[in-house]
């Protein structure tokens, strides 16, 4: 029957196209508009790309620098000494902590160790990231304006602190079209941590397409019955009747057409065939039976629980083999202001295998080398406890300096960047601001930042606003 | 590897720019020469002073010859033909680091511009418009002027106007265009039927009396206003802001002049004793969002708040983007940073509070709006309280004699027996054991310390030294809730400040008391929600550290800042009242505590002899407390021979608190009057609006717009090259009201027309409505446009007669089809030379589907409604998961898709899927997209499934015959009978669902349950569902959802 649908559909496009003297002039002006767009908007990459698609982890809440990868030895000695004014240095504090009286340096409670060729340091928390070592471009010296958390995710995923900008991924659906065609170029999932409830909302401009077009706005892939929302015919109608149904609405629309003359007609009646065909290709990407058993070994037994971070990690893989661009995980619970060292080990747990394991897939499967895999949060966290000095502490949002670490892509694997000083509180070295890394990744996916542009309101908009720079340091 | 397919997921926009008229044409500054140096070159020789390269500005002819940059007359002279045409990459211009190189075509016409003698002219749209001179035009087809403008540009080209638009389609049309709705099928007929000539402008009277006119006139203004019914931001709580939404349509219905239009929302407030609607208009600038995340500077986003009034202001009057000015003069239009700064000072004057994320109600200022039932009741509690008040006062008055009354009644005995202490508590701190706490009142030992109180020496005896780690948790008691006096005496011998003591539950925007030493000075709260519903007062000296002081609170119960007092050492001190708006109860569970709030402001020092009274002390007693003594026993007063005056006055009011049962009888009933006028005002919607601060806040020029980095300080001042202001304008936001509705301003009658030029049309005639600036597009007919505003002006700023002109002119009711010739020249109709077609908005598609099925309630106004919506998609994204869609049951599932609820940060999917934007920012013009996302929606939302159901209803309803409820289906849905070729399409759906079902009738049982309302009982399942999927059929056709 699907063989059939194809063929069928197939027929039928060419039909409704050749049927009337405006069949070939519709025909022409759509692949004519789409040249044109493609010229406006850059639809081919400004020069050779090293990444065609991209999955970011986005960790959200801020994840802790201290705890994870960013050791810093001397914190066991100065445990419980008052934060020096002159490692502060008057930083402006959330509305949190600015009333403290009192800053006491908090060591992490977890063990780190060294791995791989790079010698790059991890917390015991990560320790099958750990093994990833080699592949990894971990960047320590992150730095954001931002302090908290609305703020700071916006910055992070549209360029600006303020809502209205376009987000990265419709950025990269605006600037390199889709590869697929029955998905959407540009997929959202969304995971809960199970360290905590997350005191801080996602919102729908981190996927959102500002002022582009909205057809670039971030596709929600959920779990459950409907992954796409409105995906599943209504409960009574089977793909038969739903495609009967549909060769009579394209035949009536067909009829529309002729008579009107209308090119957006055939425009139209082809997202009916590409929503029947989604239909179809979107249940087989998120049926699971085709995995071998093995792949549940490599990403943990979660990855069969949709909606899990492992779950997502393992579709993230699926999709970006589909042709998907951009492909953007959120895993929420890492707003630690408390219990932190009861939490972080859960979060720690959610993702450290599947992480793992998909940059171990895609790199077995070829993949990652034109892939490029994004992790971190908006921002770190601060090197003194938020409230008085606890056992199981917590630390307020930190913006001077965060760990974020890339894989793949044209990004230089088994390096470190960038330097904190020994309360990993401010960057001595290398510093990255996040326009720098929005330049560097879209540098790597074959476009300059500075020309990829947007006009509106009388402006050239960019998704570096008026900075950034391509950081030669991270790449390969 | 997969092929590069370009149109998945692409708009199909057609991005063309207005065909070309003639090139042998006279150059035109401002059409072909503006810009090319606006885009290549003002960037760093334009109107930006700090940005300007080699002291070169291109902005100004003169300028431009002085610095030999152009000879006009002599391109080959001009030194930027030269550097234009350079071949070294390092004196070309514009360099090759801007990207921003020039066409060989753009480098002929900067050529052929100066050789013409380089004029240079004022951007056409600062002008302001004249009413220009009508063509000469084609009688035959059309005499107004609209038309003549039409056909004008129409000439040279040779093209010629399209027929008319069959009735139906035409009608089908105008509804579509001027409320959002279809005709009905009786509409259609009873159009069909009137041969009168004026049938047409008969049914566009009608239609423009209708509140759905309103509506869809509302609609669009929904998203310049960036309406939503949340906050957005982290938190997102819901917001109430609809009776603005209600005021819009209104106004519309009312025919409001445009100018008062916009007047009342820029500046309702600052009318002479505004109306609660004038105020309610000033929403407009409150509809922005408001951040109560928990660590926010607050200063940073009040900043951002103002900022955005700018932006929507200037947008939507303007049609000019104010916010390139914010961080540096703007770079193509001439409007200074200053300037920037001037516009802004208009919206600065605003006390925006900062609300707090538990318990929103609405960012201060704000009123509360009831409907007029709510009105009335309110009306007769405020009497009610009115009269009490006036009780309770004689009572006050008459206290002595009352008193002198109650004791001849009573005995000594019985009186002591019921008032010997009016103390609650009393912890002398005694003892050397810290664990607890012995309360000499009680006899008992209460509380737990926490961390390590010490026994110290103390002011009397011992005291407890609290080291900034320790306090002790007391329990529930001190459980006041504001409404009754009290009064707590405290010594406190500091080195640090921090809670004395406090009842509070910080998690709950802090409700509950605290006294505290903050920056040397004792201050106290009384919260019901901070800062919106609170009192807090601080003494205005500041006391020693590592000293004793005697600290007393006195609260009279009156939830009032002047009702409080605080004492140190026996003074009454004078307070700066910083909060003064507590309206509800500050009780709370939670413990009190000595030395800590809940959980921050731990104090460091020692604390002695703390006592907690249910009455307000009196002076004397104040005194007797400072003195070391303890609080006379009032009792003992009684038996004295003779009274001072003092003595005389604490006796009365502690008859008035104490003994008195009429007056309690009286404070009681208000206590309930005036709770029960919360309880019900707690319900009223809260609209926020603007309100002036006396004296004005004052505003500074931000470098870089950061909120953190005054520079000099600027007075309110409009853009002088636009209009200047009268002399005697007012310096507020009413005298910036004004001049943008002056008669001479060049743009806001423009930008109007131009707008509504856009709902008819697809496109305006300024394609950029949100810029009319130097890099905006220009006008593709200059003179229609001009036309348009002169006569809104004229005519006193009338809405419905210009949108009357408009679908009556005969350039809007022309056939639609396309010509190949159409296609190829003109595809997106800048010419007009045939009537609009586009597919319709997301309101629309959804409002029109659920009045062709009959399932459409056209109640106007009122709170959000929230449709069907897939389930979860807030708790992925919300604040703890919380905050669930709940879909209403009833007449919120079929209200116009105006009215659904609008959550910012996850808004309605089947609206943002069809470019309706998430409201953060004020927008001018939406995309137009297609994707299969919105095939998904058509064909599966339940929406849509049981409006085709309903419609199938009704088409089986109409006729025993197939074809005649086909046709009585296209009647419904396109206004038109159906073909003989569809009649045809439709039957074959037909016969294959019926086959399907006739096999399969679990599954026509099952499609008849989509929804929440039943399926007609009487009609067959089989045969419903069969009819079902002929009407989805029909819902999904192109020509139901397109205008044409």
């Given at each position: 029957?699907?063989?059939?649908?194809?063929?069928?559909?197939?027929?039928?496009?060419?039909?409704?196209?050749?049927?009337?003297?405006?069949?070939?002039?519709?025909?022409?002006?759509?692949?004519?508009?789409?040249?044109?767009?493609?010229?406006?908007?850059?639809?081919?990459?400004?020069?050779?790309?090293?990444?065609?698609?991209?999955?970011?982890?986005?960790?959200?809440?801020?994840?802790?620098?201290?705890?994870?990868?960013?050791?810093?030895?001397?914190?066991?000695?100065?445990?419980?000494?008052e934060l020096p004014d002159s490692i502060r240095q008057g930083q402006r504090l959330t509305g949190m902590t600015s009333g403290q009286k009192s800053f006491p340096v908090v060591a992490p409670k977890f063990r780190f160790q060294q791995h791989g060729k790079s010698g790059a340091w991890f917390s015991e928390l990560l320790p099958y990231t750990a093994k990833m070592s080699d592949d990894l471009c971990i960047i320590r010296s992150m730095h954001t304006e931002a302090i908290n958390h609305?703020?700071?995710?916006?910055?992070?995923?549209?360029?600006?602190?303020?809502?209205?900008?376009?987000?990265?991924?419709?950025?990269?659906?605006?600037?390199?079209?889709?590869?697929?065609?029955?998905?959407?170029?540009?997929?959202?999932?969304?995971?809960?941590?199970?360290?905590?409830?997350?005191?801080?909302?996602?919102?729908?401009?981190?996927?959102?397409?500002?002022?582009?077009?909205?057809?670039?706005?971030?596709?929600?892939?959920?779990?459950?019955?409907?992954?796409?929302?409105?995906?599943?015919?209504?409960?009574?109608?089977?793909?038969?009747?739903?495609?009967?149904?549909?060769?009579?609405?394209?035949?009536?629309?067909?009829?529309?057409?002729?008579?009107?003359?209308?090119?957006?007609?055939?425009?139209?009646?082809?997202?009916?065939?590409?929503?029947?065909?989604?239909?179809?290709?979107?249940?087989?990407?998120?049926?699971?039976?085709?995995?071998?058993?093995?792949?549940?070994?490599?990403?943990?037994?979660?990855?069969?629980?949709?909606?899990?971070?492992?779950?997502?990690?393992?579709?993230?893989?699926?999709?970006?083999?589909?042709?998907?661009?951009?492909?953007?995980?959120?895993?929420?619970?890492?707003?630690?202001?408390?219990?932190?060292?009861?939490?972080?080990?859960?979060?720690?747990?959610?993702?450290?295998?599947?992480?793992?394991?998909?940059?171990?897939?895609?790199?077995?499967?070829?993949?990652?080398?034109?892939?490029?895999?994004?992790?971190?949060?908006?921002?770190?966290?601060?090197?003194?406890?938020?409230?008085?000095?606890?056992?199981?502490?917590?630390?307020?949002?930190?913006?001077?300096?965060?760990?974020?670490?890339?894989?793949?892509?044209?990004?230089?694997?088994?390096?470190?960047?960038?330097?904190?000083?020994?309360?990993?509180?401010?960057?001595?070295?290398?510093?990255?601001?996040?326009?720098?890394?929005?330049?560097?990744?879209?540098?790597?996916?074959?476009?300059?930042?500075?020309?990829?542009?947007?006009?509106?309101?009388?402006?050239?908009?960019?998704?570096?606003?008026?900075?950034?720079?391509?950081?030669?340091?991270?790449?390969? | 590897?997969?092929?590069?397919?370009?149109?998945?997921?692409?708009?199909?926009?057609?991005?063309?720019?207005?065909?070309?008229?003639?090139?042998?044409?006279?150059?035109?500054?401002?059409?072909?020469?503006?810009?090319?140096?606006?885009?290549?070159?003002?960037?760093?020789?334009?109107?930006?002073?700090?940005?300007?390269?080699?002291?070169?500005r291109l902005d100004q002819r003169d300028a431009a010859i002085a610095k030999k940059a152009i000879v006009p007359g002599d391109s080959k002279q001009s030194q930027i033909v030269s550097r234009i045409h350079e071949t070294d990459p390092e004196t070309l211009m514009p360099p090759a680091s801007a990207n921003k190189p020039l066409t060989e075509a753009q480098k002929a016409t900067l050529a052929k511009w100066i050789d013409s003698g380089a004029e240079f002219a004022q951007h056409w749209?600062?002008?302001?418009?004249?009413?220009?001179?009508?063509?000469?035009?084609?009688?035959?087809?059309?005499?107004?002027?609209?038309?003549?403008?039409?056909?004008?540009?129409?000439?040279?080209?040779?093209?010629?106007?399209?027929?008319?638009?069959?009735?139906?389609?035409?009608?089908?049309?105008?509804?579509?265009?001027?409320?959002?709705?279809?005709?009905?099928?009786?509409?259609?007929?009873?159009?069909?039927?009137?041969?009168?000539?004026?049938?047409?402008?008969?049914?566009?009277?009608?239609?423009?009396?209708?509140?759905?006119?309103?509506?869809?006139?509302?609609?669009?203004?929904?998203?310049?206003?960036?309406?939503?019914?949340?906050?957005?931001?982290?938190?997102?709580?819901?917001?109430?802001?609809?009776?603005?939404?209600?005021?819009?349509?209104?106004?519309?219905?009312?025919?409001?002049?445009?100018?008062?239009?916009?007047?009342?929302?820029?500046?309702?407030?600052?009318?002479?004793?505004?109306?609660?609607?004038?105020?309610?208009?000033?929403?407009?600038?409150?509809?922005?969002?408001?951040?109560?995340?928990?660590?926010?500077?607050?200063?940073?986003?009040?900043?951002?708040?103002?900022?955005?009034?700018?932006?929507?202001?200037?947008?939507?009057?303007?049609?000019?983007?104010?916010?390139?000015?914010?961080?540096?003069?703007?770079?193509?239009?001439?409007?200074?940073?200053?300037?920037?700064?001037?516009?802004?000072?208009?919206?600065?004057?605003?006390?925006?509070?900062?609300?707090?994320?538990?318990?929103?109600?609405?960012?201060?200022?704000?009123?509360?709006?009831?409907?007029?039932?709510?009105?009335?009741?309110?009306?007769?509690?405020?009497?009610?309280?009115?009269?009490?008040?006036?009780?309770?006062?004689?009572?006050?008055?008459?206290?002595?004699?009352?008193?002198?009354?109650?004791?001849?009644?009573?005995?000594?005995?019985?009186?002591?027996?019921?008032?010997?202490?009016?103390?609650?508590?009393?912890?002398?701190?005694?003892?050397?054991?810290?664990?607890?706490?012995?309360?000499?009142?009680?006899?008992?030992?209460?509380?737990?310390?926490?961390?390590?109180?010490?026994?110290?020496?103390?002011?009397?005896?011992?005291?407890?030294?609290?080291?900034?780690?320790?306090?002790?948790?007391?329990?529930?008691?001190?459980?006041?809730?504001?409404?009754?006096?009290?009064?707590?005496?405290?010594?406190?011998?500091?080195?640090?400040?921090?809670?004395?003591?406090?009842?509070?539950?910080?998690?709950?925007?802090?409700?509950?008391?605290?006294?505290?030493?903050?920056?040397?000075?004792?201050?106290?709260?009384?919260?019901?929600?901070?800062?919106?519903?609170?009192?807090?007062?601080?003494?205005?000296?500041?006391?020693?550290?590592?000293?004793?002081?005697?600290?007393?609170?006195?609260?009279?119960?009156?939830?009032?800042?002047?009702?409080?007092?605080?004492?140190v050492d026996g003074k009454n001190q004078e307070l700066e009242i910083a909060n003064d708006n507590l309206k509800s109860s500050i009780a709370t569970s939670k413990p009190f505590h000595l030395g800590l709030r809940e959980r921050s402001l731990a104090f460091r020092g020692r604390i002695d002899r703390c006592s907690i009274f249910n009455g307000q002390l009196q002076p004397e007693q104040v005194a007797e407390l400072f003195a070391g003594k303890d609080v006379s026993k009032i009792d003992?007063?009684?038996?004295?021979?003779?009274?001072?005056?003092?003595?005389?006055?604490?006796?009365?009011?502690?008859?008035?608190?104490?003994?008195?049962?009429?007056?309690?009888?009286?404070?009681?009933?208000?206590?309930?009057?005036?709770?029960?006028?919360?309880?019900?005002?707690?319900?009223?919607?809260?609209?926020?609006?603007?309100?002036?601060?006396?004296?004005?806040?004052?505003?500074?020029?931000?470098?870089?717009?950061?909120?953190?980095?005054?520079?000099?300080?600027?007075?309110?001042?409009?853009?002088?090259?636009?209009?200047?202001?009268?002399?005697?304008?007012?310096?507020?936001?009413?005298?910036?009201?004004?001049?943008?509705?002056?008669?001479?301003?060049?743009?806001?009658?423009?930008?109007?027309?131009?707008?509504?030029?856009?709902?008819?049309?697809?496109?305006?005639?300024?394609?950029?409505?949100?810029?009319?600036?130097?890099?905006?597009?220009?006008?593709?007919?200059?003179?229609?446009?001009?036309?348009?505003?002169?006569?809104?002006?004229?005519?006193?700023?009338?809405?419905?007669?210009?949108?009357?002109?408009?679908?009556?002119?005969?350039?809007?009711?022309?056939?639609?089809?396309?010509?190949?010739?159409?296609?190829?020249?003109?595809?997106?109709?800048?010419?007009?030379?045939?009537?609009?077609?586009?597919?319709?908005?997301?309101?629309?598609?959804?409002?029109?589907?659920?009045?062709?099925?009959?399932?459409?309630?056209?109640?106007?106004?009122?709170?959000?409604?929230?449709?069907?919506?897939?389930?979860?998609?807030?708790?992925?994204?919300?604040?703890?998961?919380?905050?669930?869609?709940?879909?209403?049951?009833?007449?919120?599932?079929?209200?116009?898709?105006?009215?659904?609820?609008?959550?910012?940060?996850?808004?309605?999917?089947?609206?943002?899927?069809?470019?309706?934007?998430?409201?953060?920012?004020?927008?001018?013009?939406?995309?137009?997209?297609?994707?299969?996302?919105?095939?998904?929606?058509?064909?599966?939302?339940?929406?849509?499934?049981?409006?085709?159901?309903?419609?199938?209803?009704?088409?089986?309803?109409?006729?025993?015959?197939?074809?005649?409820?086909?046709?009585?289906?296209?009647?419904?849905?396109?206004?038109?009978?159906?073909?003989?070729?569809?009649?045809?399409?439709?039957?074959?759906?037909?016969?294959?669902?019926?086959?399907?079902?006739?096999?399969?009738?679990?599954?026509?049982?099952?499609?008849?349950?989509?929804?929440?309302?039943?399926?007609?009982?009487?009609?067959?399942?089989?045969?419903?569902?069969?009819?079902?999927?002929?009407?989805?059929?029909?819902?999904?056709?192109?020509?139901?959802?397109?205008?044409?």
């Open positions: 029957m699907e063989k059939e649908t194809k063929i069928r559909l197939a027929f039928d496009r060419r039909n409704f196209l050749r049927q009337s003297a405006v069949g070939s002039m519709a025909l022409s002006s759509l692949i004519g508009s789409s040249v044109q767009s493609a010229a406006i908007s850059g639809k081919a990459p400004h020069f050779p790309a090293k990444a065609k698609r991209i999955i970011y982890l986005f960790q959200s809440g801020g994840p802790s620098q201290l705890e994870l990868m960013d050791y810093k030895p001397k914190l066991k000695e100065l445990h419980g000494s609305d703020p700071a995710i916006t910055f992070m995923q549209t360029g600006s602190q303020q809502p209205g900008r376009p987000s990265l991924g419709s950025w990269m659906s605006y600037g390199l079209g889709s590869e697929a065609d029955d998905l959407p170029s540009f997929v959202v999932m969304i995971s809960h941590g199970t360290g905590k409830d997350a005191n801080q909302g996602l919102l729908d401009r981190l996927w959102g397409s500002g002022f582009l077009p909205s057809s670039h706005q971030g596709v929600k892939l959920r779990s459950g019955s409907d992954p796409v929302l409105y995906l599943n015919d209504p409960a009574g109608m089977d793909r038969d009747l739903r495609r009967k149904m549909l060769d009579g609405l394209a035949k009536l629309n067909d009829l529309q057409r002729i008579q009107d003359g209308d090119p957006e007609i055939a425009t139209r009646m082809e997202q009916y065939e590409m929503a029947f065909r989604m239909q179809a290709s979107v249940p087989e990407l998120t049926d699971l039976s085709d995995e071998p058993a093995e792949t549940f070994d490599l990403y943990g037994a979660n990855a069969k629980s949709p909606g899990t971070f492992a779950a997502n990690c393992l579709m993230a893989r699926r999709l970006v083999e589909r042709g998907v661009r951009f492909v953007q995980l959120y895993h929420r619970g890492w707003d630690n202001h408390g219990n932190l060292p009861s939490n972080i080990p859960k979060q720690c747990q959610d993702i450290d295998q599947p992480q793992a394991a998909l940059i171990a897939d895609l790199k077995r499967r070829g993949l990652l080398e034109d892939t490029l895999v994004i992790w971190g949060g908006e921002f770190g966290r601060t090197v003194y406890s938020q409230g008085s000095l606890q056992d199981d502490y917590g630390r307020d949002h930190h913006g001077r300096c965060f760990t974020m670490w890339m894989a793949g892509g044209g990004f230089k694997p088994g390096t470190v960047v960038g330097e904190t000083d020994d309360y990993g509180y401010n960057i001595v070295k290398d510093p990255i601001h996040i326009h720098d890394l929005h330049g560097t990744i879209l540098h790597c996916m074959g476009m300059d930042h500075l020309r990829l542009t947007y006009r509106y309101q009388g402006r050239d908009f960019r998704l570096t606003d008026i900075h950034g720079r391509v950081v030669p340091e991270l790449l390969a | 590897m997969r092929g590069l397919i370009l149109c998945a997921f692409f708009p199909l926009v057609l991005a063309c720019p207005i065909p070309h008229l003639d090139a042998q044409e006279k150059i035109d500054f401002i059409r072909d020469v503006q810009p090319i140096l606006a885009n290549h070159c003002w960037s760093c020789h334009g109107p930006d002073e700090n940005s300007r390269q080699g002291e070169l749209a600062f002008i302001p418009p004249t009413d220009p001179k009508l063509p000469e035009g084609k009688a035959s087809w059309s005499n107004k002027p609209i038309d003549l403008f039409v056909a004008d540009k129409w000439k040279s080209l040779g093209l010629q106007e399209s027929p008319q638009a069959d009735r139906g389609t035409l009608l089908r049309r105008v509804y579509l265009d001027l409320t959002g709705l279809p005709p009905s099928a009786e509409d259609t007929e009873a159009f069909l039927a009137d041969n009168s000539k004026d049938a047409f402008e008969k049914v566009v009277d009608r239609l423009l009396a209708s509140q759905a006119y309103a509506e869809r006139m509302a609609m669009t203004w929904l998203d310049l206003a960036r309406y939503a019914d949340t906050n957005g931001y982290n938190n997102d709580e819901d917001r109430t802001m609809w009776p603005w939404r209600d005021w819009v349509i209104q106004a519309f219905h009312q025919n409001m002049p445009y100018d008062q239009f916009l007047v009342e929302q820029l500046a309702g407030d600052l009318f002479e004793s505004p109306t609660r609607d004038q105020l309610i208009a000033t929403g407009f600038l409150r509809n922005q969002g408001h951040n109560t995340e928990g660590g926010i500077i607050v200063e940073e986003y009040r900043v951002e708040y103002v900022a955005d009034r700018v932006h929507t202001t200037s947008t939507v009057c303007l049609g000019l983007s104010m916010q390139c000015a914010r961080c540096h003069d703007h770079k193509y239009d001439p409007i200074s940073q200053n300037e920037y700064y001037q516009f802004y000072a208009y919206f600065n004057n605003l006390d925006e509070k900062q609300a707090s994320y538990s318990k929103f109600v609405a960012a201060e200022p704000f009123i509360r709006v009831p409907s007029s039932d709510q009105e009335s009741q309110i009306n007769q509690l405020q009497s009610e309280i009115g009269k009490l008040t006036e009780g309770i006062a004689q009572r006050k008055t008459d206290a002595g004699k009352n008193f002198k009354q109650w004791l001849a009644e009573h005995s000594i005995e019985e009186f002591q027996k019921r008032f010997g202490n009016q103390e609650l508590h009393h912890f002398a701190l005694e003892s050397d054991d810290e664990s607890s706490l012995f309360d000499q009142v009680t006899k008992q030992r209460i509380g737990i310390a926490k961390g390590n109180p010490k026994s110290d020496e103390g002011k009397f005896g011992r005291s407890i030294r609290l080291d900034g780690q320790s306090h002790y948790d007391l329990g529930n008691i001190a459980n006041f809730d504001g409404t009754k006096p009290f009064s707590i005496s405290v010594w406190v011998n500091a080195q640090e400040g921090g809670a004395v003591l406090s009842k509070m539950d910080e998690d709950s925007a802090f409700q509950g008391f605290d006294l505290l030493l903050e920056n040397g000075k004792i201050s106290s709260h009384l919260i019901h929600q901070w800062p919106s519903d609170a009192i807090k007062v601080i003494s205005k000296p500041a006391i020693s550290t590592d000293a004793w002081h005697h600290i007393v609170l006195v609260y009279d119960g009156s939830r009032s800042a002047s009702g409080t007092k605080i004492y003992e007063w009684l038996k004295k021979e003779s009274l001072t005056s003092e003595e005389r006055q604490v006796m009365e009011s502690f008859y008035l608190a104490n003994l008195d049962e009429d007056l309690a009888n009286q404070q009681k009933t208000l206590a309930k009057a005036q709770k029960d006028r919360q309880n019900l005002e707690e319900q009223l919607p809260a609209v926020m609006v603007m309100k002036e601060m006396v004296p004005p806040r004052e505003t500074f020029l931000l470098k870089r717009g950061q909120y953190d980095q005054p520079a000099n300080k600027v007075n309110v001042g409009v853009p002088g090259v636009l209009l200047k202001q009268p002399e005697n304008a007012r310096q507020d936001r009413l005298g910036l009201a004004k001049w943008l509705v002056d008669p001479k301003n060049p743009l806001t009658a423009r930008v109007a027309v131009n707008r509504w030029w856009q709902s008819y049309f697809g496109t305006g005639i300024v394609k950029t409505t949100e810029d009319f600036g130097i890099t905006g597009e220009v006008p593709s007919h200059p003179e229609l446009l001009d036309y348009l505003a002169v006569k809104l002006i004229a005519s006193g700023w009338n809405v419905k007669a210009i949108q009357k002109e408009i679908v009556m002119s005969a350039t809007y009711q022309q056939d639609s089809r396309i010509g190949s010739a159409g296609i190829e020249h003109d595809p997106e109709n800048r010419l007009l030379a045939r009537g609009p077609r586009y597919r319709l908005g997301a309101e629309t598609i959804r409002d029109n589907a659920l009045a062709i099925s009959g399932l459409l309630v056209s109640k106007v106004g009122g709170p959000s409604v929230k449709p069907y919506q897939p389930d979860g998609l807030w708790e992925d994204v919300t604040v703890d998961r919380r905050g669930k869609y709940v879909a209403d049951t009833g007449e919120g599932l079929y209200r116009r898709s105006m009215y659904t609820f609008w959550k910012r940060t996850c808004p309605p999917p089947s609206m943002m899927n069809f470019d309706a934007p998430n409201r953060e920012v004020c927008l001018a013009r939406r995309a137009r997209t297609n994707t299969p996302l919105q095939s998904l929606i058509l064909l599966n939302d339940p929406t849509y499934i049981e409006a085709a159901r309903s419609l199938a209803e009704t088409m089986i309803r109409a006729s025993d015959s197939s074809d005649a409820r086909i046709n009585a289906g296209y009647k419904r849905a396109v206004a038109r009978s159906a073909k003989p070729e569809e009649l045809a399409i439709l039957s074959e759906v037909l016969q294959q669902a019926s086959d399907r079902f006739k096999q399969h009738p679990e599954m026509a049982s099952a499609l008849n349950k989509t929804g929440s309302k039943p399926a007609a009982a009487q009609i067959d399942p089989v045969e419903l569902a069969s009819w079902t999927v002929v009407a989805s059929t029909l819902l999904n056709l192109d020509e139901t959802i397109s205008k044409r």
